[in-house]
């Protein structure tokens, strides 16, 4: 049963990675941010508290996202846990290492995606997701095979993020260099980081974790 964490900066595909992962062996994707999504749909005072900040593209507090992790982590308990978008900061890779020593886990792979940050303006411009199933397309790199029709579920209804415009998209970019990614040597130090080519094709990222999950890479 692995626990693995995906990090890299705004649409370098953790989501995208995250969900195959789901369809595909089994594991359960704990996306922070989906969960604050969700929070915000629902109309929580949670939801109400973080509307501004995600909408600036600031960073959420790692007490509501800690608390978030750690009710959804026993949703499957013989299930391995993706972790997408979270931990962001030390204080939050801290949390995560207690929350899973509870439960006699550990992390096994921190995953990085490497990928050109002006590239990643135009994934995430062009990104949008079934209002009925969640799936998620791009207008370019992975459009519906029938136009305005969704694959999965036939749906002719879709929907963008508020935060996915260009402006909030600079501030996301910055909230990872200043905050995330100094994590990474957290992780370095207890070797469990391996670097993955973000900027390759979807399958071809997804056939390199497949490697390093089979401990085949
Ligand atoms: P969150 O939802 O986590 O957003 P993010 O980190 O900015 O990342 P994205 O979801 O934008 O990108 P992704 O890496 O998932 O890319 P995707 O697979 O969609 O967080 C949103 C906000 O919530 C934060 O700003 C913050 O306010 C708050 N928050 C969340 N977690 C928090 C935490 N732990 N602490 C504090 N605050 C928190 O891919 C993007 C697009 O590119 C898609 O259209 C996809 O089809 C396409 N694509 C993917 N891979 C490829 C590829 N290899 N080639 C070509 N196209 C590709
Ligand atoms: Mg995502
Ligand atoms: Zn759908």
Do not use: W
């Not at 995560?96 to 550990?106: F, H, I, N, T, V």
């Amino acid at each position: 049963m692995l626990n693995i964490i995906l990090l890299g900066p705004p649409g370098a595909g953790k989501g995208t990675q995250a969900a195959r992962l789901q369809a595909a062996r089994g594991m359960v994707q704990l996306s922070t941010g989906d969960m604050l999504r969700e929070a915000r749909a629902s109309g929580s005072p949670i939801g109400d508290k973080v509307k501004a900040i995600m909408d600036a593209g600031e960073l959420v507090s790692d007490a509501i996202v800690t608390a978030l992790i750690g009710e959804r982590l026993d949703t499957c308990t013989a299930c391995g846990a993706i972790f997408d978008g979270f931990p962001r900061t030390k204080a939050q890779a801290e949390a995560l290492d207690l929350l899973l020593a509870e439960r006699g886990r550990q992390v096994d792979h921190v995953i990085e995606l490497a990928v050109d940050e002006e590239a990643l303006v135009d994934r995430i411009i062009g990104r949008f997701t079934c209002a009925k199933c969640g799936t998620g397309y791009h207008d370019s790199f992975r459009p519906t095979k029938v136009k305005g029709v969704c694959d999965v579920c036939g749906s002719t209804e879709f929907k963008r993020r508020p935060d996915d415009n260009e402006q909030t998209v600079r501030t996301r970019m910055a909230e990872y260099r200043a905050k995330t990614a100094p994590i990474l040597p957290f992780y370095e130090a207890r070797g469990l980081v391996r670097r993955v080519d973000g900027m390759a094709p979807i399958e071809d990222v997804a056939a390199e974790i497949d490697a390093i999950l089979d401990g085949t890479a």
